[in-house]
């Protein structure tokens, strides 16, 4: 396992592990309220400790990293790289606060990679929706490119919902190894073989 140095924790986007474990729990209350709850299947494909990268393979909900969150091992924390526009007004504060940190999806957002890198670096877990945008269907090459950059294997997780029922599916990790597109064809190959099981 790699040494986590100290200037890799002060340099990566800070997590306050009270706003998080409140706003998860919090984030319980909406599927509450519909009736609705989770099944998790795969979590023993997530290492206990060690960087990581969770990619979603599909992206419809808002509700969604708040589902991976809630499904993940105890002691797992992840930061979501999100779209800047969810940081604006209070609800801004509070994702920023459970450790989640702004992409600007309109240009090369250099300082967002950065902040990837650096949880990573950490040996933190960094949440990403591959295909970009919710409803996207086209897998971009971020998620293998920060998992190479980073030295981080990739843990591919589908979400589907079917009438009260939230099914998250964990894959096994994927090596952070090769060209940028052949990792991002593996990932897809992973989500393919996960909606398969749906």
Same mark, same amino acid.
Do not use: C
């Given at each position: 396992?790699?040494?986590?140095t100290p200037e890799?924790?002060a340099?990566? *986007? &800070?997590?306050n592990?009270?706003?998080?474990?409140?706003v998860?729990?919090?984030? %319980?209350? #909406?599927?509450?309220?519909?009736g =609705?709850?989770?099944?998790?299947h795969?979590?023993e494909?997530?290492p206990r400790?060690?960087?990581?990268?969770i990619?979603?393979?599909?992206?419809t909900s808002n509700?969604?990293?708040?589902i991976i969150?809630?499904t993940l *091992? &105890?002691?797992r924390?992840?930061q979501f790289?999100?779209?800047k526009?969810l940081f %604006?007004? #209070?609800?801004?504060?509070l994702? =920023?606060?459970?450790?989640s940190?702004?992409v600007d999806?309109?240009?090369?957002d250099?300082?967002?990679?950065?902040?990837a890198?650096?949880i990573?670096?950490?040996?933190g877990?960094?949440?990403i929706?591959?295909e970009?945008? &919710?409803?996207?269907?086209?897998?971009?090459g971020?998620?293998?490119?920060?998992?190479?950059?980073?030295?981080a294997?990739i843990?591919?997780v589908?979400?589907?919902?079917?009438?009260?029922?939230?099914?998250?599916?964990?894959?096994a990790p994927?090596?952070?190894?090769?060209s940028?597109r052949?990792?991002?064809?593996?990932?897809?190959?992973a989500?393919e073989?996960?909606n398969?099981?749906?």
């Amino acid at each position: 396992m790699t040494q986590v140095t100290p200037e890799a924790v002060a340099a990566a *986007p &800070r997590l306050n592990p009270l706003m998080y474990e409140l706003v998860v729990a919090g984030t %319980r209350l #909406p599927l509450v309220v519909r009736g =609705q709850h989770i099944v998790a299947h795969g979590r023993e494909h997530i290492p206990r400790a060690g960087r990581l990268v969770i990619a979603g393979g599909n992206h419809t909900s808002n509700m969604d990293p708040f589902i991976i969150a809630q499904t993940l *091992p &105890r002691g797992r924390r992840i930061q979501f790289m999100a779209k800047k526009e969810l940081f %604006r007004g #209070p609800i801004g504060w509070l994702i =920023q606060g459970g450790g989640s940190f702004p992409v600007d999806r309109s240009r090369n957002d250099l300082g967002a990679v950065r902040n990837a890198l650096r949880i990573l670096q950490a040996e933190g877990t960094l949440g990403i929706f591959p295909e970009g945008t &919710r409803g996207g269907h086209e897998l971009q090459g971020g998620a293998a490119l920060l998992a190479l950059k980073g030295k981080a294997p990739i843990v591919p997780v589908t979400l589907n919902l079917s009438g009260k029922t939230w099914t998250a599916r964990f894959g096994a990790p994927i090596p952070p190894s090769g060209s940028v597109r052949e990792l991002t064809e593996r990932l897809g190959a992973a989500f393919e073989q996960l909606n398969a099981m749906n």
